[in-house]
């Protein structure tokens, strides 16, 4: 596997300064809270400690949203060192973001049998997918909740389709073909339980991703040095 391009730090940047905002925070709402103990006999008191809570409240949230931007970039790095097992016929381009800015493309990977987009999830938990249509199960008081979630294959599909049309604008292929760019969701965590009904793309684990893009079957087969004008039309349409 080639590296033409690692991850940025857009997600390290995001999840610092959700634990930054978060701790800032809590630390108001707990200097709040102590202000409001001693003001606890003036009118002051009661609309203090309602502003300590919400400081509390709003800070536990981002910090959450720090652990889930840790656990995004945590799995975005385990599917880099898994991709590491292609050989050098295989390009990488990780942690693409371009300038309509919708959300950022965590993989490409260009190869002699195709273009595959990759988008990874670093769920835990059981996770369910009918069609495009997703959702989690949470256990909460001896109960089994389910929530719709964002779905991973309507936004993998998006990107393939933007990729597919940079590169179709680009018009850098020698001979005219029908390129299909694959889109791909990869679950990280060995613990999550999937459950698959009809999904409209791939859904592997981080374990089978290089054995299905090895053996993807493809009647178009590209040249070294197709896939270096590809990738360089990708890069610099890239934000990052």
Known sequence: MRVLKHQSNYLQLKAKKSKDEGL??????????????????????????????????????????????????????????????????????????????????????????????????????????????????????????????????KQVKRNAIRVKQIIDSANILDRSINLWVDGIVVFVDPTVILKLSNPTVPILRSNQLCDYIINKPTKITFSPQELKKVALSIINQSLV
């Not at 709402?29 to 203090?48: C, E, K, M, N, Y």
């Not at 880099?80 to 300038?99: A, G, K, T, W």
């Open 24 to 153: 800032g925070l809590i630390g108001l709402g707990v200097l709040g809270g102590l202000v409001s103990i001693i003001l606890r006999a003036t009118f002051a008191f009661i609309p203090l400690a309602i502003l300590s809570i919400i400081l509390v409240i709003f800070g536990l949230s981002s910090l959450q949203g720090y652990e889930n931007y840790s656990r995004g970039l945590k799995g975005e790095d385990l599917v880099s060192q898994s991709l590491m097992n292609l050989n050098d016929e295989y390009y990488l381009i990780s942690d693409i973001r371009f300038s309509d800015n919708f959300g950022n493309i965590d993989h490409i990977v260009l190869g002699p049998n195709g273009v595959f987009v990759i988008e990874t999830k670093n769920y835990r938990g059981v996770i369910e997918c009918v069609g495009d249509e997703w959702g989690k199960f949470y256990e909460e008081a001896r109960y089994q909740k389910y929530y719709e979630t964002r779905s991973p294959s």
